[in-house]
Structure formats: C-alpha cells, structure tokens
C-alpha cells in the first residue's frame, strides 16, 4: 500500500514537471524576471512587485571594437559612362559599383532603404568614422521608443566598423553587424555594407568622390550619370519695334491729347541679373 502511494506521488510530481514545460510562452512570460519583457503598466506580475518601465537610455555601450581587416569584392565588367573612382548605387539591384575603369567596377553587395524610405540622388562623401556613434534621429525614435538617444561605436552598434557620410545628409554607407541583412531592403535611407567590404571601400574613397544613387541600372548597354536638370538664365526680352506715326487724315478730326493723369506708364527697363 505504501509502496502504491509512493508511486502516485511520484507521476502526480512528474505531471506538474511536464505541464510546467509545455506551458506556453506567453504565459510564461509573466514571470518577467525569467522571461520575455516586463509586463505593460497596470498588470501585476506573479512577483507581487509593481512593474518598472524602462525608459530609453541617454547612452548606450556599443561594445568591443576589434579589428576588421579589408576583403576585397569581385571585379565586374561594367560599361559606364562615369569618372573612375565613382560610386554607383543600384537601389532595385541592391548591389554599389565602385568604378576602377570606364568597362569594369568593384561590384559590393548592400542592404538599401525599405519601402517609403529609399531615395536618389547625387551627393559627395563628407567624411568617413571608424565604429561610429549612432544618434538615432528623433523620428526613429518615436516609432521605436526603445532605441537610446546615443550608442557608442563597437559590435553593438548597427552602424558597424566604419562610415562614409554622405554630404550634410542623414544617410550614410556603412557597415553592419548583422551580415543576414546584406540584400534587403530593410533600412531607413542607409545603404549597409559587410564590415570587410566597407573598410575595403573606405580605402578607395576620399571627400572628393561622387556618389550616385540611383532607381535601377539599365538592363544593357553603358550605365550613363543622371542628367541633372540646369535652370538657365531667362534671355532678355526683344525690344518691341516702335510704331510708326500715322499720318493724319486731312478730313478726320485731330484726336484730342490725353490728360497727363491718365498717360500710361512707362515700360520698366531690364533690371538684369
């Protein structure tokens, strides 16, 4: 008999063990000690303490910084149009030519801006940082209120191992730690690049190299610049020829002058430019 109650406590502790493990893991996400994140404000946990909410940090570390070597990409036959030592970005090929020659370019594979953020345009390189801070703009912040208001460089950081800034623009080509988004379109304007290939890329580049983002690259033929709209100067009215003086009609009236007042004024001169 004893032996018999021994052995159904011990299935009734097995079964509290295995319907522990299957519970789901909302429901253990209660326990917010353990798991998932803290619960909303107002909900009590199972800890009988009054919940805490997280505000976004001022700061934030980014971690380690160690040192990333070059790795050079593949060399391309590219027909292009553009100066040696260009940047060609194909938004819808996702991929940046940097050009070595008017028939071949370095090709780099890159994550570029998500529907509603991707851009074109020409710009310049302004200045390039290793493991830059990131200082998410205060528009990504409200859609993600937990990101910090500043994250030091380093593993951490989504901007990875170096940056090329574009211009007195926001956007910027740079690194990544997170090399499974290399290929999509999943930033908010940037144009993400493996760590190696945009240390590899930082090499080639100064503040004098142009940068061309542009919609998609032709399916053939030579890759041409965008053709930049010039607004010309407006040429200088023709003057009106002068009108000839009728000669009056011997038999009709003279027409009587009109009143000072009611002259209309003169033409204003060209004020030029």
């Known amino acids: 008999m004893m032996f018999g109650l021994r052995v159904s406590a011990l299935a009734m502790g097995v079964a509290f063990v ?3 493990a299957v519970t789901p893991a909302s ?3 209660l326990q917010w000690g353990l798991w998932g994140e803290p619960p909303e404000r107002g909900v009590r946990s199972n800890l009988g303490a009054s919940p805490t909410i997280i505000k976004p940090t001022e700061l934030s570390q980014g971690g380690g910084r160690p040192s990333i070597s070059p790795k050079t990409p593949q060399t391309t036959s ?4 553009f100066a040696p030592g260009s940047i060609v970005i194909d938004t819808a090929g996702r991929k940046l030519y940097y050009t070595l020659s008017k028939s071949s370019a370095y090709v780099y594979p890159i994550a570029v801006g ?8 020409v710009e310049r390189v302004s200045r390039i940082e290793d493991w ?3 200082i998410p703009p205060a528009e990504m912040r409200q859609r993600k209120p937990g990101l910090p208001v500043r994250m030091t460089g380093g593993v951490r950081n989504p901007l990875g191992a170096k940056a090329i800034y574009l211009g007195n623009t926001l956007y910027r080509i740079h690194g990544t730690n997170d090399s499974k988004s290399i290929g999509s379109a999943s ?4 144009f993400r690049m493996h760590n190696e290939h945009v240390v590899h890329l930082a090499e080639h580049v ?3 190299t142009t940068v061309y983002v542009m919609k998609r690259l032709p399916a053939s033929g030579v890759v041409m610049p965008p053709v930049v709209a010039v607004k010309k100067a407006p040429e200088p009215a023709a003057e009106a020829p002068q009108a000839q003086p009728a000669q009056p009609d011997a038999q009709a009236p003279a027409p009587e002058a009109t009143p000072p007042s009611e002259a209309a004024p003169a033409a204003p001169k060209d004020q030029g430019i």
């Not at 930033?187 to 940037?190: H, I, N, V």
């Open 78 to 81: 590219f027909q292009n149009g």
């Open 114 to 121: 998500k529907q509603g953020f991707a851009w074109t345009g």
């Open 206 to 208: 100064n503040a004098s």
């Open 187 to 190: 930033s908010s304007g940037c």
């Open 18 to 20: 295995v319907a522990g």
């Open 132 to 134: 830059p801070d990131w």
């Open 27 to 29: 429901a253990q996400s």
